[in-house]
């Protein structure tokens, strides 16, 4: 199982970034994803996840709004449409597969496979 994240970098106030996570190694549609980050010192906390079909999508209130969360099933890969961003949204941003099919679910505990993560700084 691989999954690697791509996108991130150094973005203004007020910006814009989009990740991707590219999936291998597994069945990728059988599985809900989601995007988690990480700020130094802190905690890995939920961003966003999305079900296998795309359709449902759950999301932190801290980035309601400004996120969305999509998927290509075709391609294997998961994005992150991240808008108006902020400076607190600095963190390294990691994508996860979910061990079941189905619904998003928000705690990290229900993923069994990480990437490596990727930065998002956002700064003047």
């Known amino acids: 199982v691989q999954l690697v994240e791509s996108g991130g970098g150094l973005v203004q106030p007020g910006g814009s970034l989009r990740l991707s996570c590219a999936a291998s190694?597994?069945?990728?549609?059988?599985?809900?994803m989601g995007w988690f980050r990480q700020a130094p010192g802190k905690e890995r906390t939920f961003v966003a996840a999305i079900s296998t079909s795309g359709v449902f999508a759950q999301y932190a209130d801290s980035v309601k709004g400004r996120f969305t969360v999509a998927r290509l099933n075709a391609d294997n890969t998961i994005y992150l449409q991240m808008n108006s961003l902020k400076p607190e949204d600095t963190a390294v941003y990691y994508c996860a597969a979910d061990r079941r099919t189905g619904p998003p679910r928000r705690s990290e505990h229900e993923y069994d496979h990480w990437g490596q993560g990727t930065q998002v700084t956002v700064s003047t």
């Open positions: 190694g597994f069945t990728f549609r059988d599985h809900a």
